[in-house]
């Protein structure tokens, strides 16, 4: 599975984000789950980093296998049910996956998610995040577990998701850096940059 993330065949590694760091990075399959756990200091802002992932109705620009995101219901201010379709290949088997959960944002500063079975291509999934400020940038752990509910090719299926998951999950962060970084531009400097991309 993709996602906010939303989630790599990480056995700890240590790796570089643009300016920060993955610390600690792991993944396992267990019963047809996959299991994502992280811990990133990364060299950005922790009110602009929750603000670019919340941006629920733009998670294309987050994560790269989401093809679209939406709000379908705003019980309260940081309490929804999203939305997102994304479109994932594993060597030559593609899948395009519905996923509706539902994320609430509480008041000690994490995100959770859960994931609606009946509405989705997922039997379970759960997703928690912390971030909060450190001296050195913004530190981010996080934890998910999914169950994909499709046919996953066997022997090397897991390990071909796990592989794909890590670098799109090396991939997310790198772009959590990239676009807090440009929303704290000042105007002139962030019309230069998207034009640059």
């Known amino acids: 599975m993709r996602a906010v993330a939303?989630?790599?065949?990480?056995?700890?590694c240590s790796a570089s984000a643009a300016g920060g760091t993955i610390n600690s990075a792991a993944v396992s399959h267990q019963?047809?789950?996959?299991?994502?756990?992280?811990?990133?200091?990364?060299?950005?802002?922790?009110?602009?980093?929750?603000?670019?992932?919340?941006?629920?109705k733009h998670l294309e620009r987050l994560i790269p296998a989401v093809e679209r995101s939406e709000i379908l219901t705003t019980r309260e201010p940081g309490d929804y049910r999203l939305l997102t379709v994304t479109h994932t290949c594993v060597w030559f088997y593609c899948k395009r996956l519905t996923r509706v959960?539902?994320?609430?944002?509480?008041?000690?500063?994490?995100?959770?998610?859960?994931?609606?079975?009946?509405?989705?291509?997922?039997?379970?999934?759960?997703?928690?995040?912390?971030?909060?400020?450190?001296?050195?940038?913004?530190?981010?752990?996080m934890r998910s577990e999914v169950a994909p509910d499709a046919w996953i090719p066997p022997l090397?299926?897991?390990?071909?998701?796990?592989?794909?998951?890590?670098?799109?999950?090396?991939?997310?962060?790198?772009?959590?850096?990239?676009?807090?970084?440009?929303?704290?531009?000042?105007?002139?400097?962030l019309a230069e940059s998207s034009l640059a991309h």
Do not use: C
């Open 101 to 141: 959960q539902d994320v609430v944002e509480a008041h000690d500063g994490s995100i959770t998610a859960v994931v609606i079975p009946q509405l989705s291509d997922f039997s379970y999934g759960t997703m928690r995040l912390n971030l909060w400020q450190e001296t050195a940038g913004t530190r981010i752990l």
């Open 6 to 12: 939303l989630l790599l065949v990480w056995l700890l």
């Open 31 to 56: 019963s047809g789950s996959f299991i994502v756990e992280v811990d990133a200091l990364l060299d950005v802002d922790a009110s602009t980093a929750r603000a670019v992932l919340t941006d629920y």
């Open 156 to 189: 090397l299926g897991p390990w071909l998701i796990k592989r794909e998951l890590r670098a799109e999950t090396l991939q997310t962060l790198h772009n959590l850096e990239r676009l807090a970084a440009e929303a704290s531009l000042p105007h002139e400097s």
